[in-house]
């Protein structure tokens, strides 16, 4: 029977820390854990202890600009970016909408046109999603979601003549969070001119609650949920004519704009270099007209603006007007903010933010992305003394340490959004009950390479959400010690815990890129959970898990 029990509580610990057991492993005999490869017997408890937990207020702003719309990086080290447009309402969380502001910049200075009497036909925005991969879906690309339309057209415009083509379109489906069947799934997508300087030296610039004057309609169209690709190929040899990459089209209707701020200054200061261009067409600014759709994704740098115009081209004396394009530049080192607006009034997260109490704790805990409110947990340093004084009387060995918080039963549901759960959790120093967010860093056990937390999903049952803490407990508990910023040993003590939407950005091989670099600028994501309410059997809970000598 010992040899059983301790050999079971050493394969729970083997389970735990996986690869990181000798990380944790150190010659003292009285550290936590040391003692199951002794001899004796040991004996197993779990306990629960109750916490303080709070709603915290972000003010509905957040650093959005270039840096923080990064969801990864490629193999290349290229930034993976994420933008957010559309509106949502509902009413535990009121209403919020995304807008996204952007400069940019001509192909090359001093632009010729390629020649005299240029004219625009037509301007169209692309707005394209980001590439699918195995952590993140931006649009459905399964053979039940695409809808594959062919059809033939004997007048398509080539170079300056109509011909017969084949037209094939494939349609796939966004992945929307909020309201996204019936009269909802279409909405309005407006572009305008920005006629504010987006001066990414001023740290306003950079926050999502950015206020900006906006100019001219540069065009409208309805978004119907859905992204599409085109093909169009020649019937009489069925080469290729033109190829629409994936995504949403939207035709700016005022060419006049493009005709007289464009093409009308060749030759002039406004063309001659980018630091005068964007000065000078400051930007744009993608919206949706609703207050209550849904939110959808897309990509930033693969935005394409194509003006497609004519000019006169002589070749032998003989004058033609041949059509060509001008892709603007939108991506690399222009400025872009991801905008957001926010009504709270009368919805239950403005009442559970005005009451919040970081003395006791709040009933229920409001998690939202894209500036919304986060959540601190506060381990009692009593619960701190509880734990130490088991470990020196009973040498204890901490097996397993997490937080337990359970999502609220009674809270907003999904309404048909496909949008996972995602948090981040890091150790987050209080100044005032006021976080700074420069000193947020990884906790020791997401350090140490263990998980960050688990869920726990089935019919029928409560849903929680286990967050490791089982390392950040034993470093405080046997007194270790990190360094500091200036390579002093400082003792490692008992900080509050900030949960946040979100999760952290990586590279392509894994390696996160730092406890600031998250994707919570641009997560869709809202979830209410059980707080600290001691009448609740599935509020907020620290279980630890140890085991003493028998």
Not at 248 to 277: C, M, V, W, Y
Not at 388 to 406: P, S
Not at 413 to 428: A, C, I, P, Q, Y
Request: charged share 20%; hydrophobic share 35%.
């Amino acid at each position: 029977m010992t040899h059983t029990l301790k050999r079971t509580f050493a394969m729970l610990l083997l389970a735990i820390f996986g690869s990181t057991i000798l990380y944790n492993c150190e010659p003292d005999p009285d550290s936590l854990g040391e003692q199951l490869f002794n001899q004796d017997a040991a004996e197993g408890n779990e306990v629960s202890y109750d916490v303080i937990a709070y709603n915290y207020n972000n003010n509905d702003s957040i650093r959005s600009d270039a840096a923080r719309l990064i969801s990864g990086l490629n193999e290349s080290n290229g930034a993976l970016t994420v933008g957010v447009l559309g509106a949502f309402t509902e009413n535990q969380f009121g209403m919020q909408k995304a807008s996204y502001l952007t400069q940019l910049r001509m192909p090359t200075d001093n632009f010729d046109f390629n020649g005299p009497n240029a004219k625009v036909d037509s301007v169209v925005l692309v707005v394209r999603p980001p590439a699918n991969t195995v952590a993140n879906t931006y649009f459905f690309e399964s053979s039940d979601s695409l809808k594959t339309n062919t059809y033939e057209r004997s007048d398509f415009p080539v170079n300056g003549e109509n011909i017969a083509v084949s037209i094939e379109k494939k349609t796939y489906p966004v992945r929307k969070y909020g309201k996204i069947g019936g009269a909802s799934k279409s909405m309005k997508i407006n572009v305008h001119e920005v006629t504010t300087f987006l001066d990414t030296n001023n740290d306003a610039f950079k926050r999502s609650n950015v206020s900006v004057s906006t100019g001219e309609l540069l065009g409208s169209a309805v978004f119907d949920g859905n992204i599409s690709s085109i093909a169009v190929t020649k019937k009489s040899d069925n080469s290729n004519v033109f190829t629409g990459n994936l995504g949403f089209r939207i035709k700016l209707s005022n060419t006049d704009f493009f005709q007289t701020h464009i093409i009308d200054k060749k030759g002039k200061p406004e063309l001659q270099d980018a630091s005068n261009f964007i000065r000078y067409f400051k930007g744009i600014r993608i919206s949706v007209d609703e207050t209550d759709r849904y939110l959808f994704q897309f990509s930033p740098n693969n935005l394409e603006l194509i003006m497609y115009y004519k000019y006169d081209k002589t070749d032998n004396g003989t004058t033609t007007r041949p059509q060509t394009t001008l892709n603007f530049v939108l991506g690399g080192i222009n400025a872009h903010i991801g905008q957001y607006e926010y009504a709270r009034a009368g919805s239950a997260v403005q009442s559970a933010l005005a009451s919040s109490n970081p003395t006791e704790g709040d009933s229920r805990l409001f998690i939202q992305g894209m500036g919304g409110p986060s959540a601190i947990v506060k381990i009692p340093d009593a619960t701190i003394a509880t734990l130490k004084d088991i470990y020196n009387k009973e040498k204890a060995g901490i097996l397993n340490a997490k937080i337990r918080v359970y999502v609220d039963p009674a809270s907003w549901k999904n309404t048909g959004s496909t949008e996972d759960r995602r948090f981040v959790l890091l150790s987050s120093p209080l100044l005032n009950n006021m976080v700074n967010y420069s000193k947020l860093a990884f906790t020791s056990d997401l350090t140490a390479g263990l998980g960050l937390y688990y869920p726990f999903i089935k019919d029928n049952q409560p849903v929680y959400y286990d967050f490791v803490v089982t390392k950040t407990l034993k470093d405080i508990i046997e007194g270790k010690t990190s360094k500091d910023e200036n390579g002093n040993d400082q003792l490692i003590v008992n900080q509050p815990l900030y949960i946040g939407a979100g999760s952290f950005a990586s590279n392509a091989s894994g390696g996160l890129l730092g406890a600031s670099v998250t994707t919570r600028a641009f997560d869709m994501n809202r979830v209410i959970l059980t707080g600290t309410d001691k009448t609740n059997v599935n509020r907020i809970q620290l279980k630890v898990t140890y085991a003493t000598k028998k």
